[in-house]
C-alpha cells in the first residue's frame, strides 16, 4: 500500500499524512517504497520529504536509491539536496554513482556540480572516477573534486 502512494504521481503529502495517520507504526519503510518515490518524478520529493521527516532512521540510503535518484531527471537534484541535508553522511559516492551521472544527459552534469559541491569530501579519488569526469563533465567538476 506504501509503495502504491510513493508511485502515484498526484501523491501528496496529505495522502501520505492520512495513511501514516490511520496505520501509524504499522508501516514499514522498506527499501522498495525509497526506491520508488524517488523515482516518482512529480511527487517524490514530497514523499521523501515526508518520510524523513516522519521515520528519518528508517529512511536507508543504499547505492541502489542514489543510482535512482540520480536518474530521477526532473527532481533528481532536490531529492539528492533533501537526502545531503539529512543524511549526507551515509551517501558514498562511488564510481559506478558517477558512471549512472554520465548516463543522466539532461541533468547529469548538474547534479555531478551539486554533489561535488555538497559533498566535496565525500569522493573517493580513484583513477577511474578522474577519468568518468574528464569524458563527461565540464571542467568545472573536475576542479571542483580536486580543490
Known amino acids: 500500500m506504501v509503495k502504491a502512494v510513493a508511485e502515484n504521481t ?9 495513511l501514516f495517520k490511520q496505520r501509524g507504526d504499522k508501516i514499514k519503510i522498506i527499501e522498495r517504497v525509497v526506491k520508488t518515490a524517488v523515482e516518482n518524478t512529480e511527487s517524490g520529493k514530497e514523499v521523501i520529504a515526508f518520510f524523513l521527516k516522519q ?4 529512511v536507508k540510503i543504499i547505492e541502489r536509491v542514489v543510482k535512482a535518484v540520480i536518474e530521477n531527471t526532473k527532481s533528481g537534484k532536490e531529492v539528492m539536496g533533501l537526502f545531503l541535508k539529512q543524511r549526507g553522511h551515509e551517501i558514498k559516492v562511488i564510481e559506478e554513482v558517477v558512471k549512472v ?6 541533468s547529469g552534469n548538474k547534479v555531478m556540480e551539486f554533489l561535488l559541491k555538497q559533498r566535496g569530501e565525500g569522493f573517493k579519488i580513484t583513477e577511474g572516477l578522474v577519468i568518468e569526469l574528464a569524458r563527461s563533465f565540464s571542467i568545472r567538476s573536475i576542479v571542483l573534486l580536486l580543490v
Not at 521515520?55 to 528508517?58: A, E, P
Not at 551521472?101 to 539532461?106: D, P, Q, Y
Request: glycine share 6%; hydrophobic share 25%; proline share 0%.
Open 10 to 18: 498526484e501523491s501528496r503529502k496529505e495522502v501520505i499524512g492520512f
Open 55 to 58: 521515520r528519518k532512521d528508517k
Open 101 to 106: 551521472i554520465v548516463r543522466n544527459t539532461k
